[in-house]
Each structure stands twice: as structure tokens, then as C-alpha cells.
């Protein structure tokens, strides 16, 4: 049985038992950010409140991110207001997204179940493109052999880039590609997914295969 394992900063209305939906179980953790991490068996999720007794959840966003057990956690920034500075600066902390809160339990399973995609819906087969390869099965980019640590959006953009080469999207249409036209996700989202993709590719020393192609959208170059 697949399981996610969901961090909330602070109670929730609903309670917080474990949900079984298939073969899918649902795992909440209260946990309030400057505590020990729990014991996390699946896969991380976290609902990070914007604001937070000890620390900004932007810092704890920050924190989730440099800690092996949840680098790769999807992380989803429980917002005060519906503004888009803070929707920016939450996507620039290492949010995946957002909510304006306050959210329950309802609310977090909705958002879990409509993302969370079956560990079989992913063919097992490797793209490749020049000296860049992705792994479907493991879910692992490579450069030249070299591991190219990504997060889940940026592995999902860069596996839909890499199938289409040459190609320009807008943002509104990698939003789509990717699953989240039922999400209230700005179309600046995908700015943040093409900055860290970005980075991570230079850090390994693939250059700037990305591109920018002005007023249209992002382009993944062909060798």
C-alpha cells in the first residue's frame, strides 16, 4: 500500500486521522516546526501556515527544503490573504503552491487526492536528449551520468519538455500539461518551476538548455 504522509503546522478542523482512499493511505502529522520531524514512512507533504508561533512559515519552507527527509516534500504554503506578493514570495521560499486559509480537513484531502498521481500511472522507460537523460521509473534526472536533484513539479516539467523538444509553451499551457488547470495556481507559478529546474541543471553543468522565448514562453532546446 502507497502512503503520504501529511505535516500540518497547526491543528485542523476535521481531526486527524488517517484516511484510506484505494491503496492509497493518508497519514496527518500535527507538527509545529521547530519539533523533531516524525517518523515519515510515505511520501512527504506539507501544509505550512504563513504564519507561525516561533518561526514565518516562510523560514520552516526554507527548513523543509534543506532537510533530507523532506527536500522533496510537496509543500503547499497556507496563505493568510489572497495576495500575490505573498503568493511570490512563497513560491521563491520552495512552496510548490498554495492556499488561502484557513483550511480543514476537507481541504486537505482534496488537494492531496486530486494530485497525488498512482506510483503506476508513470511508464518505466528513459528519456533522453543529448547527454540528458530521465529516468521514469525511479523518477531520477541525469546529466551525463551525474544525478540532477529535482523536485516533483520540476521533474513533471522537465519529463514534459524533454518529451517535446523544440517545442514553446506558454504558461498557461504547462500549467494544463501538468495537471494544474483545476488548481488556483497564478500562471507565475511556472516561473518559479523554470528558475529551479534552471539551477539545477547549471549546477551539474548542463548549461542553459531552457530558454526563454519572449512573450510566448520556455522552450527545452534540442542538442
Known amino acids: 500500500m502507497r502512503q503520504i504522509d501529511i505535516l500540518v503546522t497547526g491543528a485542523l478542523s476535521g481531526g486527524d486521522d488517517n484516511f484510506l482512499h484505494g491503496d492509497l493511505r493518508v497519514v496527518f502529522h500535527t507538527w509545529l516546526g521547530d519539533a523533531p520531524l516524525p517518523l515519515l514512512d510515505g511520501k512527504p507533504w506539507a ?3 504563513w504564519v507561525l508561533p516561533d518561526l514565518s512559515g516562510l523560514e520552516l519552507c526554507r527548513r523543509l ?3 533530507p527527509q523532506t527536500e522533496a516534500a510537496h ?3 497556507v496563505l493568510e490573504e489572497d495576495e500575490a ?3 511570490r514570495r512563497a513560491l521563491r521560499a520552495g512552496a510548490d503552491d498554495y492556499l488561502v486559509g484557513p ?3 476537507s481541504t486537505v484531502l482534496d488537494r492531496v487526492l486530486s494530485l497525488q498521481l ?3 500511472d508513470l511508464p518505466t522507460r528513459t528519456l533522453r536528449l543529448g ?4 529516468d521514469l521509473a525511479a523518477l531520477q534526472a541525469r546529466w551525463k551520468d551525474k544525478p540532477v536533484p529535482l523536485m ?3 521533474f513533471r516539467l522537465l519529463r514534459y519538455l524533454m518529451e517535446q523538444p523544440g517545442n514553446v509553451f506558454s504558461r498557461a499551457q504547462l500549467i494544463a500539461a501538468l495537471g494544474k488547470q483545476g488548481q488556483p495556481i497564478d500562471e507565475r507559478t511556472v516561473d518559479a518551476w523554470v528558475s529551479r529546474l534552471r539551477r539545477a541543471l547549471r549546477d551539474v553543468g548542463a548549461g542553459y538548455p531552457l530558454r526563454t522565448v519572449r512573450s510566448l514562453g520556455y522552450v527545452l532546446d534540442k542538442p
Open 47 to 49: 501544509f505550512v501556515d
Open 65 to 67: 527544503r534543506c532537510d
Open 75 to 77: 509543500v503547499t504554503m
Open 85 to 87: 506578493e505573498a503568493k
Open 103 to 105: 483550511i480543514d480537513r
Open 118 to 120: 498512482p506510483d503506476t
Open 131 to 134: 547527454d540528458l537523460s530521465l
Open 152 to 154: 516533483p513539479n520540476e
